[in-house]
């Protein structure tokens, strides 16, 4: 498991299948929402909505991304 061999016994490794485009759309997320924190902080309150809205997108299909993953890969690992 990592540091300690100890624990390793008690948790049983599970194969986990990885999306590479979940971390991109958090990483998207996490843009489109300081870019909105940051219009909003200079007045532009029209774009922050827009850019809040994009988020509530982006937000949305990351995590479809990741039960679409888990539904296709299921308990086949």
């Known amino acids: 498991m990592g540091a300690n061999p100890e624990l390793a016994g008690l948790f049983p490794e599970k194969k986990r299948a990885r999306n590479p485009f ?6 998207i997320t996490a843009g489109v929402l300081t870019a909105g924190l940051i ?9 922050g909505q827009i850019l809040m809205r994009a988020r509530v997108v982006a937000q949305g299909a990351t995590v ?4 679409g993953t888990a539904a296709y890969y299921g308990d086949t690992f």
């Open 39 to 47: 219009s909003f902080k200079k007045g532009n309150s029209q774009m």
């Open 22 to 27: 979940v971390p991109v759309g958090a990483l």
């Open 64 to 67: 479809a991304l990741m039960v």
